[in-house]
T-cell receptor, first 110, second 114 residues
Framework: DAKTTQPNSMESNEEEPVHLPCNHS???????IHWYRQLPSQGPEYVIH???SNVNNRMASLAIAEDRKSSTLILHRATLRDAAVYYC???????????FGTGTLLAVQP | DGGITQSPKYLFRKEGQNVTLSCEQN?????MYWYRQDPGQGLRLIYY???????QKGDIAEGYSVSREKKESFPLTVTSAQKNPTAFYLC?????????????FGQGTRLTVV
């Protein structure tokens, strides 16, 4: 199964960009990289996913390294509502198991 | 509204009792998942199902059982064999379990065994 590694925590100031890294060196060539975020005592919500090219949506951007061994979730202007645990995840190749890393707790300072 | 409903939100049980957590979705999704989350920890996969009447063990299946008799329902039973059942349980679904599909999560059930 693909394993993802993320920093335990990061801090940002409001209105500034945030770059959340994830290492996934064992991911298979056809597995998409997914990002979810979770507020306390709630279920995770989908943020973005991609395969090889960089991806943008209304919530964030996803930059994927050329060798696909790492990716970075980019929040262009952090707000207080972006404070959450961010999970990098992937489906485990042929097994289709959706596997999550340990997540990064993002704190946003006003 | 379409979505995933987990019930109840909070559940208390005595040690040694089996307990069943409900997960229902009206998204017409084929794939469904159960995760366990402990305080300050990530999500660990218990069981998953890609189609009705079929399911596979995840990474921590011991002490748990599931059924998938209907497309919209994927109940999880926490048995007395589960040594540390107190945790936050999350159910999710995706349209077909394929790698290019996003997962939708319920709001979770917090189980406390006393």
């Amino acid at each position: 199964d693909a394993k993802t590694t993320q920093p335990n925590s990061m801090e940002s100031n409001e209105e500034e960009p945030v770059h959340l890294p994830c290492n996934h060196s064992t991911i298979s060539g056809t597995d998409y990289i997914h990002w979810y975020r979770q507020l306390p005592s709630q279920g995770p919500e989908y943020v973005i996913h991609g395969l090889t090219s960089n991806v943008n949506n209304r919530m964030a951007s996803l930059a994927i390294a050329e060798d696909r061994k790492s990716s970075t979730l980019i929040l262009h202007r952090a707000t207080l509502r972006d404070a959450a645990v961010y999970y990098c995840s992937s489906y485990g190749g042929a097994t289709n198991k959706l596997i999550f890393g340990t997540g990064t707790l993002l704190a946003v300072q006003p | 509204d379409g979505g995933i409903t987990q019930s109840p939100k909070y559940l208390f049980r005595k040690e040694g009792q089996n307990v069943t957590l409900s997960c229902e979705q009206n998204l017409n999704h084929d794939a469904m998942y159960w995760y366990r989350q402990d305080p300050g920890q990530g999500l660990r996969l218990i069981y998953y199902s890609q189609i009705v009447n079929d399911f596979q063990k995840g990474d921590i299946a011991e002490g748990y059982s599931v059924s998938r008799e209907k497309k919209e329902s994927f109940p999880l039973t926490v048995t007395s064999a589960q040594k540390n059942p107190t945790a936050f349980y999350l159910c999710a679904s995706s349209i077909d379990g394929g790698t290019n599909t996003e997962a939708f999560f319920g709001q979770g059930t917090r189980l406390t065994v006393v």
